[in-house]
Each structure stands twice: as structure tokens, then as C-alpha cells.
């Protein structure tokens, strides 16, 4: 029944209950007709009307309030409902998806990720943020975009990540590999945190295991269990395709999630994944600086002296381990249109420190 119709439903029984004015009796056998009384007065009929029609009105607004509301909910299909692509390629590299075991080791992959709606969500996010800069450097090397979905199965692009074996930073390097590509690490400093020069080490080691290996699948092995161990089993195995190597667990579950990885992200909207332009996380703006240090430069006086606070300085610099700076050549990262203060201030402490 529609609410006009309801409404005029209840007001007609109102006032047959409330307004009945006559009544038939009996005397006896004869029968008399006799004015009863109302059982409300006209002003209080009046105002339980007036009382209903604004609750009904209140009600409309309430339906029209929840109707819009439901039709800008957006709900995910259940993860059962997506399927895998039928061909589907990781920096040109065909996947052998006919082979039913490989299709069942990324189905398993790909059924994970898509039902893990927050880790997605924080992957969509943190792209916006990081790979801009890893799209370029690629680009710079001539080095495939795909190789960029390597970070997200590494890390999910957290650039604080330590895992179990000591692996750091947004790329995950070991400190033995990570030195191998210029990174440094010391009491005061791990620049495997610094996301900047770990992109161009990673991308350069990448570059180097392709250079050996002549296969982009086979270099991601290597990139994840280390070089030496995919010689050994693929010299042990006598095979150089990665999808018919034993490995570790690990390594052999990775390139399929580099693999989930582009599938979903390519198009997460394909997979009931959607945010809205102010939802993703802002872009990387830096300047950055390369300093030269002959003495320990304290991190909270480069911040008061660029508008800027300790906090900010420190998370942009997460390769500083200390509250200085230390003594050496480094690479500093200042907030966007700071570079110019701290070169005015830098000047003016060397020149202090100089004249101490």
C-alpha cells in the first residue's frame, strides 16, 4: 500500500472510532434512537491528525534518505564470482596457464588477494604514492613496467617492512645485497629504507639477473631466493623454466603473486575494488638534497630552520637511524619548496661550525 493510501486509511478510522455521534436501544420492544457522546472532542482528533501526518512525512523523508543511501552502496561480488584471464603475460612473459598445475598455483594466489578487500585496498593506495618514481626509473633503464609489481608482492609497498630474515625496506634487501648495490648500513644509517636509492639498486639487480638468466620469471626467482640457489637447482634439476623448478616454497609462490599482483591492479574495478580520487594516498613529493658532513648535523635543526617538524623530517628520511645526521656524503629528503631555507640555514651552520 503506498503512504498517501495508508494515510488516508488510518484517518478514516479515526474517525469511526472517534467521532460516532448516534446510538440504537432498546426500551423494551420499542426501539429509540439517542445522541451519544463523542468519544473525543473535535480539538483533540484534530491534533492526533496533525501528529500523524508529521510522522508520516517523517517517515517519507527517512525512506528517501535510506533509498539514497542504498543505491550508493557498492557492494563486492563474493570473491567466487571472478575469474582468472584466460592468457595472461608478466613482462612479456607468457604464464602456462593450459599446464592445470600452474593454473591452480595462480588460481590459489589470486583467490587470496582478492579475498584479502583491505591489503588490496592499502596496495591501490600506496601505488598512487610509490610508483610514479618506480615507473619512471624503469622507463629511464628500458626495464619492463611489470617488474614494478615486484614491490608490491616484496613489501605491499610499506617502506618501514623488516621481515624474518632481515630483509628491509620497500624492496627487501639483506644487508649482504644490499651493499652489493651502494646501499649503506651502519649504526646511524641504513639506506636500504631509503626508497629512492634501494628503487635504483633493485631495478639495477633485476637488470643484472636478466642480464645472466635471459628470462624475466626465472630473474624474479633469483631476486627472492638469490642467484645461487637458482643455478644450483636448475643445474641440479637439469630445467631453466621456473614453472617446473622445485624451490623453496617461498619462491616458488612469488612470481605468481607478482602475477595476481598486475591482474588486480591493472583493473581493480574489474574485481569490485573502487576508491574514490581523495581516498588514495598523495603522490611523493620531495626535494632532495646531497649534503656533505665533516660533523653531526642535528635532525630537529634542520626542521626548525625549513618550517618543518622532526616527525616529518624523520619519516621522509627513514635511512637516518639516528637525531643527526652523520658525518659523510648523504642524500637528504625535504618537503616540497624547503630546499632554498635549508641551504640558507645549511650555509650559516657551516659557517658556525667553522668558526668554533
Same mark, same amino acid.
Given at each position: 500500500? /503506498? ?17 460516532? *455521534? ?15 457522546? %463523542? ?15 508529521? %510522522? ?39 604464464? +602456462? ?20 578487500? @583491505? ?19 624503469? /622507463? ?12 608490491? *608482492?616484496?613489501?605491499?609497498?610499506? +617502506?618501514?617492512?623488516? %621481515? ?33 636509492? @634501494? *628503487? ?20 624474479? @626467482? ?60 598523495? %603522490?611523493?613529493?620531495? !626535494? ?14 634542520? @626542521? ?18 639516528? !637525531? *643527526? ?32
Amino acid at each position: 500500500m /503506498k503512504m498517501g493510501n495508508l494515510l488516508g486509511a488510518l484517518l478514516i478510522g479515526i474517525l469511526l472510532v472517534g467521532c460516532a *455521534t448516534e446510538q440504537t436501544v432498546y426500551r423494551g420492544s420499542e426501539k429509540v434512537t439517542v445522541q451519544a457522546e %463523542s468519544q473525543e472532542n473535535y480539538g483533540t482528533l484534530v491534533e492526533r491528525l496533525n501528529s500523524l501526518e508529521r %510522522s508520516v512525512s517523517g517517515l517519507r523523508s527517512e525512506l528517501a534518505d535510506l533509498g539514497k543511501r542504498l543505491r550508493n552502496i557498492q557492494v563486492r561480488p563474493p570473491v567466487g564470482a571472478h575469474k582468472l584471464p584466460e592468457e595472461v603475460y608478466l613482462c612479456g612473459e607468457r604464464i +602456462p596457464l593450459e599446464d592445470r598445475g600452474v593454473w591452480e598455483n595462480l588460481d590459489r594466489e589470486f583467490l587470496v588477494a582478492l579475498d584479502n578487500e @583491505a591489503l588490496v585496498l592499502l596496495w591501490m593506495k600506496r601505488a598512487r604514492r610509490y610508483f610514479p618514481h618506480i615507473e619512471k626509473k624503469l /622507463k629511464e633503464m628500458g626495464l619492463p613496467d611489470d617488474l614494478k609489481y615486484l614491490a608490491i *608482492t616484496e613489501s605491499s609497498l610499506r +617502506p618501514t617492512a623488516i %621481515s624474518s630474515s632481515g630483509a628491509s625496506g620497500i624492496w627487501q634487501f639483506i644487508p649482504s645485497t644490499g651493499e652489493r648495490y651502494g646501499m649503506r648500513r651502519n649504526r646511524a644509517i641504513d639506506e636500504r629504507f631509503d626508497f629512492f636509492k @634501494a *628503487t635504483e639498486g633493485a631495478l639495477a639487480y633485476l637488470k643484472s639477473l636478466y642480464d645472466e638468466f635471459k628470462c624475466w620469471t626465472l630473474s624474479m @626467482a633469483a631476486y627472492n631466493a638469490g642467484e645461487n640457489r637458482i643455478r644450483k637447482e636448475m643445474e641440479l634439476q637439469k630445467i631453466k623454466d621456473y614453472f617446473y623448478l622445485d624451490l623453496p616454497a617461498e619462491t616458488e609462490r612469488y612470481v605468481y603473486k607478482i602475477a595476481v599482483a598486475k591482474i588486480i591492479l591493472s583493473d581493480p574495478g574489474r574485481f569490485g575494488f573502487r576508491l574514490e580520487t581523495k581516498e588514495f594516498y598523495d %603522490s611523493l613529493q620531495t !626535494e632532495r638534497v646531497q649534503i656533505e658532513l665533516t660533523q653531526p648535523l642535528p635532525i630537529v635543526d634542520v @626542521a626548525r630552520a625549513i618550517g618543518s617538524y622532526y616527525k616529518e623530517l624523520k619519516e621522509m628520511n627513514l635511512h637516518l637511524s639516528e !637525531e *643527526t645526521i652523520p658525518p659523510g656524503t648523504h642524500f637528504l629528503n625535504l618537503p616540497p619548496g624547503t630546499s632554498e631555507r635549508f641551504w640558507t640555514f645549511f650555509s650559516t651552520w657551516k659557517k658556525e661550525l667553522e668558526g668554533k
